[in-house]
């Protein structure tokens, strides 16, 4: 609890201890309203000063305006009791309000707390503290056992286990070695690590992530619009409302009807009106909903940069993939290796040292499936034949390793594999020795994630790719995908997406997934974007609107049961808050709901809705 809290629950706790002595304290006259009015501005003197300041800066017709005229109103007519009450209940919501909002708020700064305060730079042999904002491009920073890695870069020196939980949801350790980027906010939790930054720490991961998350109440979604619409027209037409329910009655009676004309009553009406039609349960509570729905969906992993972002996740029927990246690893990698009267080890050593002296990425996946240390000394006459392969000596014995071009061109004959992919064919003194097959690799989880998606309702899945038709078709095949795409320009994307754009329903929402810099213009183009945060280039996450940390493609579907559940969250909010208030100001205008009646279908209303969306933080570990 705040300063300002427990501030206010001392107020809250001395009102309340007065207004009940005064229930037993044998008091009449001057003596009883002045220790009334005492008790009074103990516990509302600061909604009355906001109501005045509100008046002269010109914005009368708010929450504090109707709290303010109601209890004055009140003790004016003599019941001193209920105005304190009204007020002192009214701060006790406002008091539970702060509370939810705060707690929702430490929740998400909890989870996203990765801002690092210094970053360590070796000088004269000793390690200096300094501000990350003052680390330039190319520094080396060292990062100690249980530090936060400050800045993005790429290690030099060590080996350790990082703690992502913070930026990706995931509770896994991650395993880091010489050579490897790292990205900021991040914990290193067991070796020391020597860093060479590869951006300014404005420009790193962390900078960015918090940056997101602290503008995203920025862009209000349309039920937060409503409210703010509901609220510019209903609180002065209900200011009306009480102020002719407390006049024409009273007339109509003396003038017309000849009777009494009441004023004390239907004043007292006027003013419980007031009280009960303050719109504080829907000014608070949808705002809050979807707080905490960002503020869930963050700490999984998701970040989501606005509450209009979250409401039209909830309305996506169609959703376009890239492929490499984003439902592939963007990695090629042997999958495959089919020898001829040879090992299999034997034949990747082979393939591996023909390949040695090449850095293209088919000969670096050799060498990494070989994952031994080559020895140069054995590899000589190596000669690269452009767009077919290599010849070389291995041992003394003549190795190729090619296409089928350079197959063709030895005069052997060779298998080709069923499956998609690079084939390498391999030749060992002028004998085909076999194949080995590489492939960009599936992601582990995207079949399940297109299997979800269609689960969640989703009308159909698309896939956008610039690879050629049968590596395109073999990859949509074995996920499950309605419609592919393929041998596609960037540009080609952006047209893609607009036709599928017109053909989709005017309710209906497109999302495109991607994590490419080719990928921006098409991640802006469509209604929702959404990127790959871990791989994913500084453009698409800049494009997006919605970012994966961990390049889950299965989060999506994730991301939208949060959203639908936020939503549904705050529609309960809206019947709740509308629906009691319309009864409750209608009982009120024919005298059956006095002041209690106010209180709750005002406070009441609030702690209710307030609660009801603190639910939307909770995101169940095996929700997806």
Known sequence: MTKKQRAM?????????????????????????????????????????KAILGIFNGEIFDENFLMAVATVG?????????????????????????????????????????RPDYANIEKNGKLVQVDPDEVAIGTIIVVQPGEK???????KEGTSSLNTSALTGESLPREVSIGDDVI?????????????????????????????????????????????????????????????????????????????????????????????SCPCALVISIPLSFFGGIGGASSRGILIKGSNYLEALAETKYIV???????????????????????KDLLLEYGAYAESYSNHPISKSLKKAYGKDLDSARVSDVEEIGG????????????????????????????????????????IDGKYAGYILISDVIKQNSKMAISELKKSGVKKTVMLTGDAKKVADSVAAELGIDEVRSELLPADKVTQVEDLLNKKGLKEKLAFVGDGINDAPVLARADLGIAMGGLGSDAAIEAADIVLMDDDPSKISLAMKIS???????????????????????????????????????????????????????????SY
């Open 388 to 427: 077919h392969g290599v010849t070389a000596k291995v041992d003394g014995k003549e190795v190729a390793a090619g296409n089928s071009k350079l197959m063709k061109k030895l005069k052997l004959s060779y298998k080709e594999p069923d499956k998609v992919g690079t084939v390498v064919h391999v030749a």
């Open 149 to 155: 890695i400050p800045i993005d870069g790429t290690i």
């Open 321 to 343: 993939f890239d492929k490499t990246g984003t439902l592939t690893k963007g990695v090629f990698e042997v999958t495959d290796t089919h020898p001829i009267n040879i090992s």
């Open 74 to 114: 009140a003790i004016i007519l003599g019941e001193y009791s209920e105005g304190v009450a009204v007020m002192l209940f009214y701060q006790i919501g406002e008091l539970f309000q702060s509370y939810a909002v705060g707690k929702s708020r430490k929740n998400i700064s909890a989870l996203m707390d990765i």
């Open 184 to 276: 900021s906010g991040c914990i290193n939790l067991s070796g020391l690590l020597k860093i060479t930054t590869t951006k300014d720490f404005g420009e790193s991961t962390v900078s960015k992530i918090l940056d997101l998350v602290e503008n995203s109440s920025m862009k209000k979604s349309q039920s937060e619009n409503f409210i703010t619409r509901f609220a510019k027209y209903y609180t002065p037409v209900v200011c009306i409302g009480a102020l002719l329910l407390a006049i024409i009655p009273p007339i109509i009676r003396m003038s017309v009807l000849g009777l009494e004309p009441m004023w004390i009553d239907w004043i007292t009406r006027g003013l419980t009106f007031l009280v009960i």
């Open 9 to 49: 629950l001392w107020r809250i706790i001395i009102s309340a201890v007065l207004m009940v002595a005064l229930d037993f304290i044998p008091t009449t006259g001057w003596i009883q309203i002045a220790l009334y009015l005492i008790c009074y501005l103990i516990i509302g003197y600061d909604i009355l000063r």
């Open 564 to 622: 639908r559940k936020t939503l549904g969250i705050v529609r309960q909010n809206i019947v709740l808050a509308i629906g009691v208030k319309v009864v409750v100001l209608a009982l009120g205008a024919i005298g059956i709901a006095n002041m209690w009646f106010a209180i709750f279908a005002d406070v009441g209303v609030m702690i209710l809705a307030v609660l009801n969306a603190t639910r939307a933080l909770i995101v169940k570990k095996n």
